[in-house]
């Protein structure tokens, strides 16, 4: 099994597993997506390295709009996965 960090930083390289990422639209397929992957670590902890990752720092209120009922790719953290992406490149 790959922790989430590993398989967040195979993620930065591999376009074809970024441009599945982007596709989606919630958790449940954000599940299925890490499990396909062989990735440990629940969809609310995945969600929360990307905003750790994008913006340096977790604050409580990013937790809480990433984390619980909210689909996953939210405008908002699309383009941090974009711009942490392009400024990884």
Do not use: C, H, W
Not at 34 to 58: C, H, I, W, Y
């Amino acid at each position: 099994m790959k922790t989430l960090e590993q398989f967040f930083s195979e993620i930065e390289t591999n376009d074809e597993l970024f441009d599945k990422l982007i596709t989606i639209t919630n958790d449940e397929a954000l599940e299925t997506f890490l499990n396909e992957n062989s990735v440990s670590g629940t969809t609310d902890e995945f969600k929360a390295l990307v905003v750790a990752q994008a913006r340096g720092e977790l604050t409580d209120e990013e937790l809480e709009q990433v984390s619980g009922g909210s689909d996953f790719l939210s405008s908002q953290l699309r383009k941090m996965l974009y711009s942490y992406r392009k400024d990884r490149r």
